[in-house]
């Protein structure tokens, strides 16, 4: 994506109730984000890298799924944070795939099952519709296998992996 197609925004105008001086000087930190629709919401540029964002809506139905080595599994990235490695996902298993490995991760893994049935084989933990999993940091967990087409929101607060897993042949697939 580039400056060309996703212009700096115009400035939201002051709410009413707010000062303009409150409007003008309650401002947080600025970020760095990438995801399905970072780019389109940039509305100040504050240095090279850094900017200051609208509020963001994706509509995740409008963007296809980006397969990944693992066969069987596809993604829709939806927020991404460059400098902490953070993010938030849509993952995709076809039915009899799953991660082939016992592993950990270098953060915290959060998922929630909109769809399906995804086990973790060795504690035979299963998370179905509404499911909720937490994943903490270092906590070795694996392998596991979608019973049936699984979707999950999936959450990381930094980095996903320590090092690049077997499984993947394209490190990208392990951010």
Known sequence: ??????????????????????????????????????????????DEHLYRFREILVHADDHEWVDKTLAGLSHKMLWRDEQTEAS??????????????????????????LSGRYTYVPTGITLVPGSFYWNPKGSMHGPTLAEEESILLEIYDGPHYPTQPAWYSDPNDAR
Do not use: T
């Open 1 to 46: 994506m580039d400056a060309e197609e996703y212009p700096i925004a115009a400035p939201r105008a002051c709410p009413p109730g707010v000062s303009q001086a409150d409007w003008e000087n309650n401002l947080g930190e600025p970020g760095h984000y990438a995801g399905l629709a970072g780019d389109a919401a940039r509305e100040e540029q504050v």
């Open 88 to 113: 938030i996902g849509l993952i995709r298993f076809a039915k009899g795939a799953g991660i082939p490995m016992r592993h950990s991760h270098d953060s915290n893994q959060f998922m929630y099952c």
